[in-house]
T-cell receptor, first 117, second 112 residues
Framework: EPEVTQTPSHQVTQMGQEVILRCVPI?????FYWYRQILGQKVEFLVS????????KSEIFDDQFSVERPDGSNFTLKIRSTKLEDSAMYFC???????????????FGDGTRLSIL | DAKTTQPTSMDCAEGRAANLPCNHS???????VYWYRQIHSQGPQYIIH???NNETNEMASLIITEDRKSSTLILPHATLRDTAVYYC?????????????FGTGTLLAVQP
């Protein structure tokens, strides 16, 4: 069964450094998402992306964050200058276009654990 | 988006059916009920979703009450690997916001 893959599984970065988290969504999916989960807290929506542009973003997704689909397969999340509070699990998700008016579920990767020192 | 209410935790004996309730009394007519689960340190896993009718797939069954104000996720024969946090999420139909809003869910502990 096709799945969303994320790399690396664990990223350790010094505060103030840039970090890029990578995701390969399921191949026929058109909608892409990033979520994060701080240890012990809820899964939080960051951003959704469709047709090469952001369709929605949360308050968390400030100017330090950006997303890109650089080619036909990858979907990346960049944090420009990391802060201690960016330490979290980051999950990528993808969804295919709705068929026949029905709803389609998002499918998640297993995440990247980002640790900021 | 409609708010959901779930018990904080539940226990279930291995091999028995696990019935996880969810209250969504403010759901509107075009909102779907989704269930996901999160096994420790993994990404959320899609289980099932429905609008009005009961649904069944290889993982679970979803029973939605006639007034759609509550639903129950049924795992017919729970195993130890079903121990996870289960999230009930109400989502609008296509065309509206697509984000998923996760609550705290129900921690299901399957006991041997």
């Amino acid at each position: 069964e096709p799945e969303v893959t994320q790399t690396p599984s664990h990223q350790v970065t010094q505060m103030g450094q840039e970090v890029i988290l990578r995701c390969v969504p399921i191949s026929n999916h058109l909608y892409f998402y990033w979520y994060r989960q701080i240890l012990g807290q809820k899964v939080e929506f960051l951003v959704s992306f469709y047709n090469n542009e952001i369709s929605e973003k949360s308050e968390i997704f400030d100017d330090q964050f950006s997303v890109e689909r650089p080619d036909g397969s990858n979907f990346t999340l960049k944090i420009r200058s990391t802060k201690l509070e960016d330490s979290a699990m980051y999950f990528c998700a993808s969804r295919r276009a709705p068929a026949g008016g029905g709803n389609q579920p998002q499918h998640f990767g297993d995440g990247t654990r980002l640790s900021i020192l | 988006d409609a708010k959901t209410t779930q018990p904080t935790s539940m226990d279930c004996a291995e091999g028995r059916a696990a019935n996880l309730p969810c209250n969504h009394s403010t759901i509107s007519g075009n909102e779907y009920v989704y269930w996901y689960r999160q096994i420790h340190s993994q990404g959320p896993q899609y289980i099932i979703h429905g609008l009005k009718n009961n649904e069944t797939n290889e993982m679970a069954s979803l029973i939605i009450t006639e007034d759609r104000k509550s639903s129950t996720l049924i795992l017919p024969h729970a195993t130890l690997r079903d121990t996870a946090v289960y999230y009930c999420i109400v989502r609008p139909r296509p065309g509206a916001t697509n984000k998923l809003i996760f609550g705290t869910g129900t921690l299901l502990a399957v006991q041997p």
